[in-house]
């Protein structure tokens, strides 16, 4: 079963700052199918749809373009694997960790560092002036890297696990990838182009739709992991 269009809404970014392709789904025709697309950068998904009246706008992102040509054009065959194993791979990975910057300091404010939290600068010639840093209040905004709630998000090497010999994924994002498929789906065929390519996920008994997933840096995860496949997609 192919994802359903809030499956496909799921893996968009939410980042305000990202392309604002990447909000909401966008379309791409090739050879002439039309191709609904969700995506946050990191992961994609593609669902097939001729329905033209869906509201979903024609994307022009050159590089989803190519992962098409890379499904559609090129040998499409690798493992075949249990989606519920794949997925249970990738449990247990926490979205956010303790702030390393604050230690999980949860004021929106804090003291000033300049002023110590006086308020008070004194100049070269011994005079008391309020301090430019934070405007005499003795305060500045909490931390920058986590704006006062104290959590960051997991960095990447953390969530790194070996998806093959060659090839490493952020465990974290394959897994809301994975969480926009169909529960009835049973197996997926994973394919590796190139440890540095995209990773083109497929159920092998529905060419409607697929997935993509950016690779990270094989030396991010452990040396004594296993990978999860055995072997290399042919």
């Known amino acids: 079963m192919k994802p359903t269009t809030d499956q496909i809404q799921s893996v968009c970014s939410t980042d305000?700052?990202?392309?604002?392709?990447?909000?909401?789904?966008?379309?791409?025709?090739?050879?002439?199918?039309?191709?609904?697309?969700?995506?946050?950068?990191?992961?994609?998904?593609?669902?097939?749809?001729?329905?033209?009246?869906?509201?979903?706008?024609?994307?022009?992102?050159?590089?989803?373009?190519?992962?098409?040509?890379?499904?559609?054009?090129?040998?499409?065959?690798?493992?075949?694997?249990?989606?519920?194993?794949?997925?249970?791979?990738?449990?247990?990975?926490?979205?956010?960790?303790?702030?390393?910057?604050?230690?999980?300091?949860?004021?929106?404010?804090?003291?000033?560092?300049?002023?110590?939290?006086?308020?008070?600068?004194?100049?070269?010639?011994?005079?008391?002036?309020?301090?430019?840093?934070?405007?005499?209040?003795?305060?500045?905004?909490g931390c920058p890297d986590c704006e006062g709630t104290g959590r960051a998000a997991t960095p990447f090497q953390k969530t790194a696990g070996r998806l093959t010999r060659t090839v490493a994924v952020s465990r974290l994002v394959l897994r809301k990838l994975l969480t926009a498929t169909s529960e009835s789906v049973d197996s997926l065929m994973v394919r590796t182009l190139g440890s540095h390519d995209p990773i083109l996920i497929s159920d092998p008994d529905d060419p409607r739709w697929f997935g993509v997933v950016m690779p990270i840096r094989y030396d991010f995860a452990e040396d004594n992991q296993p990978p999860f496949i055995q072997g290399e997609a042919p």
């Open 16 to 141: 305000p700052d990202r392309s604002k392709w990447l909000n909401a789904p966008f379309s791409r025709t090739v050879d002439g199918k039309r191709w609904v697309i969700g995506s946050d950068g990191h992961i994609a998904v593609f669902v097939r749809s001729e329905d033209t009246d869906d509201g979903v706008k024609d994307g022009t992102v050159a590089r989803f373009g190519e992962a098409l040509d890379d499904h559609i054009l090129k040998d499409k065959y690798g493992p075949v694997v249990s989606r519920a194993k794949l997925l249970a791979w990738t449990d247990g990975i926490p979205a956010d960790i303790i702030c390393p910057n604050c230690d999980g300091e949860t004021d929106p404010e804090r003291d000033c560092s300049e002023c110590d939290g006086s308020g008070i600068h004194e100049c070269d010639y011994g005079e008391d002036h309020d301090c430019r840093e934070c405007d005499g209040s003795g305060k500045t905004d």
